[in-house]
Each structure stands twice: as C-alpha cells, then as structure tokens.
C-alpha cells in the first residue's frame, strides 16, 4: 500500500487564533495556561482534519507560539546568556529571544532573523559558541505526539536534523574567532538520541528528521558529519524518514544512500527532474521513498495526472511498499482552507488548492497508486481532470498590449542617463539634505482606528469619500509628527496601505485575492499574498495621490514609496504556466510607468523596495546566474525611466546579501538602506570587502522588536559605520517599515535615531 504523508501544516489556525493568543498573551491579557489551551484547540483541529481527508502520515510536533527553530533553540538550551537570570518564565525567555524584551528592568534585543531557505518565512537564528551546553528542557516532540495520541491520532513526529540546525546557526559574540557551529555535534547528539529514544518508547513507529541543507552545494563539506550523526541516531530510534525539501539533492544523494535511515523524502515540486537520478540510487537499497509531488509553495490544484507518471514510475522501480505520496514540504506556506473564501468566483476557486485540499489531494492520489476501485477516488481524479483543462484553457489568453510590450524592452531602458556621481550633486542641489540624512523605510504605526476605517470601507459603513479624509488626516500627522522630530526625508507613512504587495496587486490587473488567505510570515506577522492569474498591467496611478498630497503639506521633500518587481513576484502566489522571469519583466513596466508619474507629479525621491531579491535567489548556485539575469534587469528597468534629478532608494533586509553584494551594487539606486542591526552589524564586513560607491543607510535599530533603542547604542553604530563607510555616503534610518510598532515606541526610538544623527554631524564635521 501506498502511505500518504503530509510534512507540516500551517499552524496559525483557521481564524488566525494562534496569532490572537499569543499578542494577547504578550499584552497581559491571556495567561501562559490560556495560550497553551488555545495552542491545544489549534492542533486538535489540524491533526483532526488531516484524518478526516486520510492522510496516513500526521505530522505532530510541527506547531510552533513563534518559530519551530527557535523551539529546538529552548528544548535543547541553546539559549543566549543574555536572556538568562532576569527572572523571566521560560515562556517569557523563548518570547524575548524572539521579538525583544523591553519591560520589568529587562532590556535584551531579539535574536537574529534570517529567511527560512528561499522562502518568505522567517527563522530565528540559533547561537553557538564553546560554552554552549546542550541539554533537553523539554521534549515538544514527545508531549505533541501524545497529546495526539490521547485524541486518539497517531502522528508522525517532525524535527529539524542535527546537521540542519547546526548548520543554520551563527557564531555568537563571544564565540572564538573561527569557531564553526557543526563542531559542537558531539555535544548535540546526546540530545537527539535522548529525545528519540523517548519517542520510540512512546510507541512512535517514525520520526520525520528534515535536513533541508542537503539541497544545498554547502552540504558536501557534512558527509562526514551525516554519517556520524546518523549512525549514531539510529539504534535508539524509531524508523527515520530523512526529509528534503525546497531543491534538489544532486550529488548529495550520495551521502544519503550511506545513512541508516528507513527513508528519504524528495521535493518533485521544486525539482522533478531530480527522480530518475534518485531512483538509481535507491533502488539498490531499502530505503522507502516519499515523492513531494503536491506543492507545499503554491496554491494551484495538483495535476493528478502528472503526479500520478512520477508516483508509476517510483512504482515501477521499487514496489508500493517503498513509495509514500506525500507534500513537497510543509504547507506552512500556504492558506489553511478555500472553504472561508466566498468572494473568488466559482471559476477562479476551482484553480486552487490549500493546504486542507492539498491533504485531500495527496489522499486520492496515494489511493489510486494503490489500485483503489472507490468510486468517490474515481470520481475525484475526474473532477481534478476537468479543472485542470479549465485552467489550461484560461491560460491560453493573454494581454498582447503587454506581450509586445515586454518584447519591446531595449537595453537603454535598463540605465539611467548619467552615471551616479553626476546624479549625485543634482539631486543634492534639488533635496538639499544634510550630512547624515535621516528617514524612514516607509511605514509608520498602522494603528487601530487605521484599520477600523479600513474594514468600515469594506462593509459600506463609511463612503469612498469620508474614507479618503480619514487617510489624509493620518497622512498629516505622520508629516508633522516627522518635522516636530527633525527627520529630513519624509515619507507619507502609508496609512492607506493593508500589506505592501497585496496594495499594489489589488490596483493592478492580473491579480486575484482571498479574504482568509493567510500565510505566517514570522512570529505573529501573517500575510495575505495575492495570487498572480494572468497577464500584469497598471490601468491607472497607484500612488500618486497620496505621495502628492503628503509633499502638498511641507516644504522638505516627499519620498515616494513602491515594492519591487522582484518582491511582489516572490511575495506573492505566482502563475504556474509562464515563466517568473516574464510575470517579472510586466511587473518592473507596471511600475516603470508609476515612478514616472510619481517624478512629474513633484517627487523628488522614490523608494523602490526589494526585500526579496536574496531570497528568490536559487538554492544552487550554478543556478544563480540565470535568475539574476532577469532580476537585476527587472529593477532596473523599473527605475531607470526618470531624470538624474530624482533620487531612486531601494531597501533589502532578512537575508545574506554578502553573496550577492556585487548584484545590488548592479542595481544602481541613489541609495540603499539595508537591514544591520539584528545581524550584530556583520555587513559592515561586507561593505569594507567590497566597498559601495552609492549612498547607504544600515539600519541602526530593529523595528522588529518592541525594544527602543537607546541613542547611546545608534551613535555606537554610527560610528562603528563610519570606520568603513564615507562621510558623505552614510544615511541614518531603521531597520525596516515601521508598520507593527505602536507609535510610543516609534516616537522615543526616532527622536534618539536623530538626536544620533545631530551628534555625528557635529562629531564628524
């Protein structure tokens, strides 16, 4: 028989329940009891509604109050110093290690955040050094699996691989120079093999053990490490499904084949073409194989048909007592159901799948691989066939205006008139900034009354008009609140906007939208990506008049605020028929026209944003060349249609961007600010290996945390800053958008960012 498998599930609830709990946790109104109770209700339903749609293989210990990194970090007491001996609750420790502390007498900054692989969510970055002493707090993987058990589910337990979790932490501070994480593996097997054994005793029959890392080039330099590991792992173990997901293994299905494992999981979403290779590797031994063939990335309907050839031919090769159907990965990054979404139209609902229908998916397919004559199997993979020629049928339309204009793109397009030193001294001329300019990255408090209006509009409680007041009220006290504190380059603070891709996609054509479509981004930070469904064209200005208005209020200059073609391409849901490059390429026109129109409307400065750019960026790097030829370009071409006169800003933040430094100098903006401070400043060392000759503002504080920085520890910055960067180059700003803090916090963190700025022009005149 053929198992089903699903890898993870989204574990925010169905009405973001996990969300609501916890803020009302860390605002004091839920008790640690009441946001476990809540936590409980959430996993009862996921693992109940994967039963009821007959996956075989529940996941369990996959839940996560914040990050499923950083609950490995707490059950194995990888904990920093310097969240420890402050009188906090563990609870309360997990918490400040991942957004912050500032209450009580504790002062302790988050941990560093990194992009979860090339996806959009984030991890909580884990901190080693030679005092790191491991040890089993807890065993979350054992307590979930019986809490399942009680309900009367069996489950598959899920943990991050020892090899994977050492391979994706950082040194920390204190760590000696040269000291390499994966070292500490002697000391971190004990661990595992203690939170196994106990698992095994429980009765569990498998463990799902992710090694994600093994998709990437970096992964040959742990064969040794693999072997010893898994060695090691395995007599004290249930039977272990070694999974991958995300790319493709390569060569390193090599080091697989040498492991004691039970089975191995591969992504045929992602990389298909990687079976046959795989196939012959296997087959010789008694691995079982679990084919990703149901995406855990999108949100289109499987094609049974084409998941059905890959799944024979894994049964042709190694029996069905071999082969598992399972979700390519987790389906964390998709919504948690269609069935909340009344608004898609009945054709457009008939393309997609979340991740409750992708269990449902996975189901069927499992089934008919192994021969099942039900009829409602039948009549399932029927019904998939006709959606799917429904689709295809959509897709042969196209927009031919934005066809040929795509084809129409020349080289001059992509560059600005002169190169940036002479843009440099005329927008200076135009903006008239001081030496270490302060702004923002674009977003300020989206506070309550904010969102109240918003969903007032949406319920036809207050008219268009009474709506456009309200905003620009909110517009102006952003603006005056900027010149009581002596910022220099405003921004509107983007009250009108509920997510920074889903504005822009709900104005331009080619986009559809879900009312519950909610993805976990980190944290308590959800978001609704849109879904790309056909050709992408702006109608009309997007922007405009907001940033207008905004500039009509104060006689300092107005930046004008856009997401990037790359951002919302990689941030949102994209076509599956064409290919990105294209979906990009319409995109980078769409706002082409909007920064034009943004400069003949008196903008002096536009920030184009393009957070994603490193994280759409392949696993693989032989693969990295082809997806920055189009990527670079995409930017480009969005900006590059204005005057030297108007100063292009561009932000990137989450990510190493070391490896792709020499990329975003490509770019060629006026100024980039990029994320700093969460990351111990490390990009400094990058900026003093490659240099940067156009403007830059690192962030100097995280906005992430509810922490306010002190102006003592932003001039320390500054100054370590300006031991590398020139003078004269260096902008002063946060770290991101401020969209989540409440206004207190922002207010005392910009007043110190200026008070900072002030010194350093007086200290560095």
Same mark, same amino acid.
């Given at each position: 028989?053929?198992?089903?498998?699903?890898?993870?599930?989204?574990?925010?609830?169905?009405?973001?329940?996990?969300?609501?709990?916890?803020?009302?946790?860390?605002?004091?109104?839920?008790?640690?009891?009441?946001?476990?109770?809540?936590?409980?209700?959430?996993?009862?339903?996921?693992?109940?509604?994967?039963?009821?749609?007959?996956?075989?293989?529940?996941?369990?210990?996959?839940?996560?109050?914040?990050?499923?990194?950083?609950?490995?970090?707490?059950?194995?007491?990888?904990?920093?110093?310097?969240?420890?001996?402050?009188?906090?609750?563990?609870?309360?420790?997990?918490?400040?290690?991942?957004?912050?502390?500032?209450?009580?007498?504790?002062?302790?900054?988050?941990?560093?955040?990194?992009?979860?692989?090339?996806?959009?969510?984030?991890?909580?970055?884990?901190?080693?050094?030679?005092?790191?002493?491991?040890?089993?707090?807890?065993?979350?993987?054992?307590?979930?699996?019986?809490?399942?058990?009680?309900?009367?589910?069996?489950?598959?337990?899920?943990?991050?691989?020892?090899?994977?979790?050492?391979?994706?932490?950082?040194?920390?501070?204190?760590?000696?120079?040269?000291?390499?994480?994966?070292?500490?593996?002697?000391?971190?097997?004990?661990?595992?093999?203690?939170?196994?054994?106990?698992?095994?005793?429980?009765?569990?029959?498998?463990?799902?053990?992710?090694?994600?890392?093994?998709?990437?080039?970096?992964?040959?330099?742990?064969?040794?490490?693999?072997?010893?590991?898994?060695?090691?792992?395995?007599?004290?173990?249930?039977?272990?499904?070694?999974?991958?997901?995300?790319?493709?293994?390569?060569?390193?299905?090599?080091?697989?084949?040498?492991?004691?494992?039970?089975?191995?999981?591969?992504?045929?979403?992602?990389?298909?073409?990687?079976?046959?290779?795989?196939?012959?590797?296997?087959?010789?031994?008694?691995?079982?194989?679990?084919?990703?063939?149901?995406?855990?990335?999108?949100?289109?309907?499987?094609?049974?048909?084409?998941?059905?050839?890959?799944?024979?031919?894994?049964?042709?090769?190694?029996?069905?007592?071999?082969?598992?159907?399972?979700?390519?990965? &987790?389906?964390?990054?998709?919504?948690?159901?269609? $069935? #909340?979404? =009344?608004?898609?139209?009945? %054709?457009? *609902?008939?393309? !997609? +799948?979340?991740?409750?229908?992708?269990?449902?998916?996975?189901?069927?397919?499992?089934?008919?691989?192994?021969?099942?004559?039900?009829?409602?199997?039948?009549?399932?993979?029927?019904?998939?066939?006709?959606?799917?020629?429904?689709?295809?049928?959509?897709?042969?339309? &196209?927009?031919?205006?934005?066809?040929?204009?795509? $084809? #129409?793109? =020349?080289?001059?397009?992509? %560059?600005? *008139?002169?190169? !940036? +030193?002479?843009?440099?001294?005329?927008?200076?001329?135009?903006?008239?900034?001081?030496?270490?300019?302060?702004?923002?990255?674009?977003?300020?408090?989206?506070?309550?009354?904010?969102?109240?209006?918003?969903?007032?509009?949406?319920?036809?409680?207050?008219?268009?008009?009474?709506?456009?007041?309200?905003?620009?009220?909110?517009?102006?006290?952003?603006?005056?609140?900027? %010149?009581?504190?002596?910022?220099?380059?405003?921004?509107?603070?983007?009250?009108?906007?509920?997510?920074?891709?889903?504005?822009?996609?709900?104005?331009?054509?080619?986009?559809?939208?879900?009312?519950?479509?909610?993805?976990?981004?980190?944290?308590?930070?959800?978001?609704?990506?849109?879904?790309?469904?056909?050709?992408?064209?702006?109608?009309?200005?997007?922007?405009?008049?907001?940033?207008?208005?905004?500039?009509?209020?104060?006689?300092?200059?107005?930046?004008?605020?856009?997401?990037?073609?790359?951002?919302?391409?990689?941030?949102?849901?994209?076509?599956?028929?064409?290919?990105?490059?294209?979906?990009?390429?319409?995109?980078?026109?769409?706002?082409?026209?909007?920064?034009?129109?943004?400069?003949?409307?008196?903008?002096?400065?536009?920030?184009?944003?393009?957070?994603?750019?490193?994280?759409?960026?392949?696993?693989?790097?032989?693969?990295?060349?082809?997806?920055?030829?189009?990527?670079?370009?995409?930017?480009?071409?969005?900006?590059?249609?204005?005057?030297?006169?108007?100063?292009?800003?561009?932000?990137?933040?989450?990510?190493?961007?070391?490896?792709?430094?020499?990329?975003?100098?490509?770019?060629?903006?006026?100024?980039?600010?990029?994320?700093?401070?969460?990351?111990?400043?490390?990009?400094?060392?990058?900026?003093?290996?490659?240099?940067?000759?156009?403007?830059?503002?690192?962030?100097?504080?995280?906005?992430?945390?509810?922490?306010?920085?002190?102006?003592?520890?932003?001039?320390?910055?500054?100054?370590?800053?300006?031991?590398?960067?020139?003078?004269?180059?260096?902008?002063?700003?946060?770290?991101?958008?401020?969209?989540?803090?409440?206004?207190?916090?922002?207010?005392?963190?910009?007043?110190?960012?200026?008070?900072?700025?002030?010194?350093?022009?007086?200290?560095?005149?």
């Amino acid at each position: 028989m053929v198992l089903s498998s699903v890898l993870g599930f989204p574990r925010i609830g169905a009405n973001r329940e996990v969300k609501k709990a916890v803020e009302a946790y860390w605002s004091g109104k839920l008790s640690a009891d009441e946001l476990t109770k809540a936590a409980a209700d959430v996993k009862k339903a996921s693992w109940t509604s994967l039963k009821e749609r007959g996956v075989n293989l529940i996941p369990s210990g996959d839940f996560t109050l914040y990050d499923h990194v950083l609950d490995h970090s707490a059950a194995f007491n990888a904990i920093p110093k310097r969240y420890l001996g402050k009188g906090l609750s563990p609870l309360d420790v997990y918490f400040a290690m991942g957004r912050g502390r500032q209450a009580e007498g504790v002062d302790v900054p988050a941990c560093e955040m990194k992009k979860w692989f090339d996806s959009n969510y984030h991890f909580v970055v884990p901190e080693f050094s030679e005092e790191t002493e491991f040890k089993l707090n807890f065993n979350k993987a054992l307590e979930e699996y019986r809490e399942a058990k009680d309900l009367g589910i069996e489950t598959r337990p899920v943990l991050i691989g020892p090899i994977t979790y050492l391979a994706l932490g950082k040194a920390a501070k204190e760590a000696r120079s040269g000291f390499q994480p994966i070292s500490l593996l002697p000391q971190l097997i004990p661990v595992y093999k203690q939170l196994l054994s106990a698992l095994k005793e429980a009765g569990a029959d498998s463990v799902q053990i992710d090694e994600p890392v093994l998709v990437l080039d970096a992964a040959a330099l742990y064969e040794k490490q693999f072997i010893q590991a898994y060695s090691e792992l395995v007599s004290v173990s249930p039977k272990l499904i070694l999974t991958t997901y995300y790319g493709r293994l390569d060569s390193n299905v090599n080091i697989v084949v040498k492991l004691p494992v039970a089975g191995v999981h591969i992504d045929l979403d992602r990389a298909p073409g990687q079976l046959d290779e795989v196939l012959a590797a296997v087959k010789p031994t008694n691995l079982v194989l679990s084919l990703g063939v149901v995406s855990g990335r999108n949100i289109w309907k499987t094609d049974f048909q084409a998941a059905l050839k890959l799944g024979q031919k894994a049964l042709e090769a190694l029996g069905k007592d071999r082969v598992i159907v399972a979700s390519s990965s &987790s389906l964390l990054h998709t919504p948690v159901t269609l $069935a #909340a979404e =009344t608004k898609l139209t009945a %054709e457009q *609902k008939d393309w !997609f +799948a979340f991740a409750l229908e992708k269990a449902s998916e996975i189901s069927v397919i499992a089934s008919v691989l192994s021969g099942s004559q039900d009829p409602k199997v039948a009549e399932a993979v029927e019904a998939n066939k006709i959606s799917i020629a429904k689709r295809r049928e959509f897709e042969r339309n &196209s927009d031919a205006t934005v066809r040929n204009r795509v $084809a #129409a793109i =020349t080289p001059d397009m992509l %560059e600005r *008139k002169s190169p !940036f +030193a002479v843009r440099k001294e005329i927008q200076q001329k135009q903006l008239n900034l001081p030496k270490f300019p302060t702004t923002t990255i674009g977003s300020f408090p989206q506070t309550k009354e904010i969102r109240q209006a918003r969903a007032k509009l949406g319920k036809g409680e207050i008219t268009q008009e009474e709506y456009e007041k309200f905003i620009e009220k909110e517009i102006e006290n952003v603006v005056r609140f900027q %010149e009581r504190i002596g910022l220099d380059l405003l921004v509107h603070g983007e009250p009108e906007r509920n997510d920074m891709v889903q504005y822009f996609g709900e104005q331009l054509e080619g986009f559809v939208f879900t009312q519950n479509g909610w993805v976990q981004s980190y944290g308590s930070r959800y978001v609704r990506p849109p879904i790309i469904v056909s050709d992408v064209s702006r109608p009309k200005p997007m922007t405009v008049r907001w940033s207008s208005y905004a500039q009509s209020l104060t006689s300092k200059p107005m930046k004008g605020m856009l997401t990037g073609p790359v951002t919302i391409l990689n941030w949102s849901f994209p076509r599956a028929d064409v290919s990105r490059e294209l979906q990009c390429k319409q995109l980078a026109l769409a706002l082409r026209d909007e920064v034009i129109d943004l400069e003949k409307a008196g903008i002096k400065a536009v920030q184009v944003d393009e957070p994603a750019l490193r994280e759409g960026l392949p696993l693989r790097k032989a693969d990295w060349d082809a997806y920055l030829a189009w990527a670079l370009p995409s930017f480009k071409l969005a900006t590059a249609g204005v005057s030297d006169a108007l100063q292009t800003h561009s932000h990137f933040c989450y990510s190493d961007f070391d490896d792709i430094f020499p990329s975003i100098q490509a770019l060629d903006a006026d100024v980039i600010s990029i994320e700093a401070s969460k990351s111990d400043m490390k990009l400094l060392n990058t900026f003093k290996h490659y240099g940067y000759s156009n403007q830059i503002g690192p962030g100097v504080y995280d906005i992430h945390s509810p922490r306010v920085p002190s102006e003592e520890e932003i001039k320390q910055r500054l100054a370590a800053m300006l031991s590398i960067l020139p003078a004269d180059l260096l902008f002063v700003n946060p770290d991101c958008g401020l969209k989540t803090r409440g206004w207190a916090e922002t207010e005392a963190s910009l007043v110190n960012l200026v008070n900072a700025a002030r010194w350093a022009r007086q200290t560095y005149a």
